[in-house]
C-alpha cells in the first residue's frame, strides 16, 4: 500500500510514530495543497491519513481518488470529509480517540484549554500590544485588566467547557454557561449558573466558545449576538471558526462593539494573507493550535500507525460511520 500523510506542517510526523513498521511506502506532505493540486498528488494512494480537518475531502474531490482504500483522520469525527460517500464506496474510514497525555487522562488541562487561558490573558494583560511596543520603544503604552471580579461566560459546558471552570475560580472569575443543549442541573453539577443565551451575552466580559461545529451551531454568533455583548466584552474562539460569523466579527472590532477577541480558528485555514483579522490591533490571533503539541501528536501518529496495521490484518479498528 501507499500511504500519504497530509499536513504535518511541523514536519515530525515520521518522527512521531514507526511507520517503517507497517512495511509501506509513506510519503510525507508538509504545505497545505489546494482542491486543484489534492488529485493529483493523491490519486496513486491507497490510505490517507489527515490531521484533523486541516484539508476538506468532499465528495468531488473524493471521486478523483480511485485507489483510495482506507482514511484514517485523528479524531474521532471530521467535518470536513464526506464520511458517508466513503462508506457507500466501501472505504474503511478509521480515527483516533486520544484522551490524553499518557493515554489514561489528562495530566492537567487539555491542551485546546491552555490555549483559550493563553488567549484570554494575552488580550486581557496586553501581552502581545506591549510585547509589540516595547521593541518599538514604547514603556506601558496601555492599561491590563484584571480576571478577579469578571464573568467568564462558556458557550458550551463539555468536555472542554468544563475543564475552564477551575482555572476561572482560582482567578477570581464569576462563571456563567449556556448552550442548546444545556441544562440547569448540568451546569450546577460543574458548579456554574445556568443562564439563557441573552444572559450569556450580555453578562460575559470574556465569552469564551467551547461547541462542536454542526449545522445547529454555524453561525450562532453573528452581528445580533455580537451586538448584544458588553463594548468592553472580549470573545475567545478555540472551537471552530464557523460558529462565529467571521464577517461580523470583524465589524463588532472595527466599530467598538467588542473590545477585543482571541482566535485560534478561523473560517478558511490557513488564515488567507488578505485576511482582514490580520489588519486588526485588538484581535489576538493563533494558527490553530489548540491541539498542537508533540505529546498529542505523537499519540495521534502512532495511534494512525495502529489503526492501518489493523486494516492490513484484516481486523479494522476504531472504525467511523
Known amino acids: 500500500m501507499r500511504i500519504a500523510v497530509l499536513d504535518d506542517y511541523h514536519r515530525v510526523a515520521h518522527t512521531l510514530a514507526d511507520w517503517a513498521s507497517l512495511d509501506c511506502e509513506v510519503a510525507f506532505f508538509d504545505r497545505p495543497m489546494s482542491a486543484v493540486e489534492l488529485p493529483g498528488a493523491l490519486r496513486d494512494f491507497d490510505v490517507l491519513v489527515l490531521m484533523r480537518e486541516r484539508t476538506a475531502f468532499p465528495r468531488e474531490l473524493l471521486e478523483q481518488l480511485p485507489q483510495l482504500r482506507l482514511l484514517v483522520t485523528t479524531g474521532m469525527r471530521n467535518a470536513a470529509v464526506d464520511i ?3 462508506n457507500q464506496r466501501g472505504v474503511t474510514v478509521c480515527g483516533t480517540d486520544v484522551s490524553g497525555y499518557g493515554g489514561d487522562g489528562w495530566r492537567g488541562l487539555p491542551t485546546t484549554v ?3 487561558w493563553a488567549l484570554i490573558f494575552a488580550v486581557l494583560k496586553r501581552v502581545t500590544v506591549e510585547d509589540r511596543e516595547l521593541r518599538r520603544g514604547v514603556w506601558q503604552s496601555s492599561m491590563p485588566e484584571n480576571l478577579g471580579g ?3 461566560g462558556l458557550l458550551g459546558l463539555g468536555r472542554l467547557g468544563r475543564a475552564m471552570v477551575a482555572p476561572a475560580r482560582v482567578f477570581g472569575m464569576d462563571v456563567i454557561a449556556w448552550s442548546q443543549n444545556l441544562s440547569a442541573q448540568a451546569a450546577e453539577a460543574a458548579g456554574v449558573e445556568y443562564v439563557s443565551k441573552q444572559q450569556l451575552l450580555e453578562r460575559a466580559d470574556v465569552l469564551s466558545v467551547h461547541l462542536v461545529l454542526s449545522a445547529r451551531t454555524r453561525g450562532l454568533i453573528g452581528a445580533p449576538e455580537l451586538a448584544a455583548m458588553k463594548p468592553s466584552a472580549t470573545l475567545i474562539n478555540t472551537s471552530r ?9 470583524v465589524d463588532a472590532l472595527t466599530h467598538g462593539q467588542i473590545a477585543a477577541a482571541g482566535l485560534d480558528v478561523y473560517d478558511r485555514e490557513p488564515l488567507p494573507a488578505d485576511s482582514e483579522l490580520l489588519k486588526l490591533g485588538n484581535a489576538v490571533l493563533l494558527p490553530h493550535l489548540g491541539y498542537v503539541s508533540e505529546d498529542t ?10 489503526d492501518i496495521a489493523a486494516y492490513q490484518a484484516g481486523q479494522p479498528i476504531r472504525v467511523i460511520g
Open 297 to 306: 501528536l505523537r499519540q495521534m501518529y502512532e495511534q494512525c500507525v495502529a
Open 114 to 116: 491552555e490555549v483559550a
Open 84 to 86: 458517508d460517500h466513503l
Open 241 to 249: 471558526g464557523p460558529i462565529v460569523d467571521e464577517r461580523a466579527l
Open 150 to 152: 469578571k464573568t467568564l
